[in-house]
Structures are given as structure tokens and as C-alpha cells.
């Protein structure tokens, strides 16, 4: 499990085809952070949880599997590009995002970025079969980085991006166009997954609904 608090920028030194997967090397700088990472450990690598198969001085490697390249971005990752890292959360950690479990639900696409004064605003166009996961004011996950949704239409959502994010993860590298990972809110996916169930039961209706989440603060 993890927060999505950005712990490092990485960069892919290798990436081998085996078997339909990929091994990847990711290089990363943040020997403070990743230093005493071990084979078998949990990454996440731009969101996407991945096992540490194989590792170096200022470096380790991952197999990714057909499924993940299937539901998400790893696939399109070549030699130079950069990558965001966060290491599993211990028990003892401040939880400074929100619980990301490192398992993508599906890649959206970078509609637009406003720059507002010192902030910017992302717009992300997802699909549409997903929309009973996202609220506003509610916690997403946008290639590993814990973000609040600010605004919501049908297909559409944005969220802010302070000065600081901005800056230590790659979000300032996301162009209009570009494939992110998105990872809905745990709570808010059981949540809807309940209530489908008791709506297709014909069970009574419990008034846990959209404004309710927000009222009370998912």
C-alpha cells in the first residue's frame, strides 16, 4: 500500500521484452530513500505497483506483466524516460495522500493544462464507465500522485497542482494528449459497489449517495 506522496523522480535505464512482459531498470536518485530497497519489495512505479526483482547501486529492476501493460502506461516507457517513485508504506508513516494500492483501474488521457497565477490546473478525460468511483473534492491518484479532484464534468476532471508537486514529480512533463495511470478512491469503490449490489437485491435504499459523500467528507 502506499500514499502517493512522491519520494523520487526515476529514470528508465533499460527496458527488455521477455515473454510478452517487460523487465525494466529504473534508476533513481534519492539514495537517502531507496538505498536499502530489497529484491521482493513493492514499488510503485508511476502509480502502478510492481515487485523488486533485481537491484544495483543507484538502481533496480521490475517485471511487468501482460495484464499491467495492458491497463496502463508501463508499456510505453522507453530508455530516458522518467518515472514517479514511492516505496510501500510502513505502519509507522505519516499518511500524508490517501490509501493508493498501486493497482491501476485504467489509463485516461492529458486534456488540458491551465497555468492559474502560481498553480496549475490538470484536466484528465477518463472513461465514462468509471464515474461512479470519482467525486468531487474526493482523492484520485494520477501516476502515483495523491490529488484532489477539483472539478468534475460527465468525462472530465481537474484537479489542482501546487508550486511543489509541480516540481517533484512529472507532471511537468505532461503535454495535452499524453496517457496517464488513474487510480480511484479504495473507499469510493466499495462504496459503489455496495450500493449497486443493494440496488439490484431490491434491497431498501441506505441514502448513501454522491451528496452524501461530499457532506460528509469522502
Not at 501482460?66 to 514517479?84: M, P, S
Not at 511543489?164 to 511537468?172: D, E, G, Q, S, Y
Request: glycine fraction near 10%; charge should be negative; include cysteine.
Amino acid at each position: 500500500m502506499f500514499t502517493g506522496i512522491i519520494k523520487d523522480v526515476g529514470r528508465v535505464r533499460g527496458v527488455t521484452r521477455r515473454q510478452g512482459g517487460l523487465r525494466l531498470r529504473v534508476q533513481y536518485s534519492n539514495t537517502r530513500e531507496f538505498s536499502n530497497l530489497s529484491v521482493d519489495e513493492s514499488i510503485s512505479i508511476n502509480g502502478v505497483c510492481q515487485t523488486v526483482v533485481a537491484l544495483g547501486e543507484g538502481w533496480f529492476e521490475v517485471d511487468t506483466v501482460e495484464e499491467t501493460l495492458a491497463k496502463t502506461t508501463l508499456g510505453f516507457l522507453q530508455n530516458g524516460a522518467l518515472v514517479n517513485l514511492e516505496r510501500a508504506l510502513r505502519p509507522l508513516d505519516r499518511l500524508g495522500g490517501h490509501f493508493v494500492l498501486g493497482h491501476v483501474d485504467c489509463a485516461a488521457t492529458v486534456q488540458e493544462i491551465r497555468e492559474l497565477g502560481s498553480s496549475r490546473e490538470l484536466w484528465i478525460a477518463f472513461p465514462e464507465d468509471f464515474s461512479p468511483y470519482i467525486v468531487s473534492a474526493g482523492s484520485i491518484t494520477i501516476d502515483g500522485i495523491s490529488l484532489t479532484v477539483a472539478k468534475l464534468n460527465a468525462q472530465l476532471f481537474a484537479v489542482a497542482v501546487i508550486p511543489f508537486t509541480f516540481a517533484h514529480t512529472t507532471i511537468n512533463e505532461l503535454r495535452p494528449g499524453r496517457q496517464v495511470n488513474l487510480e480511484f478512491d479504495i473507499l469510493g469503490k466499495y462504496v459503489a459497489r455496495q450500493l449497486g449490489k443493494a440496488s439490484s437485491s431490491g434491497q431498501p435504499d441506505s441514502g448513501i449517495n454522491e451528496t452524501w459523500l461530499q457532506e460528509h467528507g469522502f
